[in-house]
């Protein structure tokens, strides 16, 4: 993905492939030769999460900040996360958070510091072939709540619709219009069109290609 900001802020709703979105940009930021920190708000989910990548962004020399209580079944987490002081280190900054309105609290805990943070990008996830946001409107009013809950504003539309295994480039190619009218309906820009290598159609606006490092639970058994 083009123009990564000092901190990118990643939402969406569940299943829309938002944490996996968020690991491959930890990655390429890091590989590109920037110090990155990734942070894991997502405190609704406890099945797929960036704290779950502890040792392979060790192994890239990624820094990962995580809930004091994350995997584990308490529910109040602490957040005693020092944003102010990682954004002035000089660090690239990615934000995993939660899937809804209710995980979006977690992060507008820290909205008065991003507010005064100029270079921030704060990108929304869809997914076409997802539960509740099959539609560009049911997918633009999840948007609108989860910034209303935390009190920031996204800037860009990521398409990251697929589905898993079974996803081929027609997979991808049919969710383009999807894709487009919620750019429409937002007034978003689309910031990045993602998909596994061999599964990007060759009209995809803003190709991005990931791979596939967040595993539903029964291809971990």
């Not at 690991?23 to 999460?49: H, K, M, Q, S």
């Not at 004091?68 to 995993?96: F, H, K, R």
């Not at 069109?193 to 291809?219: F, H, Q, S």
Request: hydrophobic share 35%.
């Amino acid at each position: 993905m083009r123009d990564i900001r000092k901190l990118t802020i990643i939402t969406g709703h569940y299943g829309s492939g938002k944490t996996n979105f968020s690991v491959n940009l930890a990655l390429d930021t890091a590989a590109a030769g920037n110090r990155c920190t990734i942070i894991d708000l997502d405190i609704v989910n406890p099945y797929f999460r960036t704290a779950d990548f502890r040792d392979m962004f060790g192994e890239k020399n990624i820094e990962l900040l995580s809930p004091v209580y994350a995997n584990t079944n308490l529910d109040i987490p602490s957040l005693n996360i020092p944003l102010q002081s990682i954004l002035e280190s000089g660090n690239n900054v990615i934000i995993d958070v939660g899937g809804d309105d209710e995980g979006a609290k977690a992060l507008g805990r820290f909205a008065p510091t991003i507010r005064e943070f100029p270079d921030t990008d704060m990108l929304y996830v869809i997914n076409k072939y997802r539960y509740l946001t099959k539609e560009a409107e049911e997918a633009v009013q999840i948007m609108r709540e989860i910034e209303y809950s935390c009190g920031l504003m996204h800037t860009g539309i990521v398409n990251n619709s697929s589905l898993g295994t079974e996803t081929t480039s027609q997979t991808v190619k049919d969710s383009l219009a999807y894709a487009d009218k919620v750019s429409e309906l937002s007034g978003l820009p689309l910031r990045a069109t993602c998909a596994v290598e061999g599964a990007m159609p060759d009209n995809a606006p803003e190709p991005y290609v990931i791979k596939r490092y967040v595993r539903t639970l029964w291809e971990n058994q």
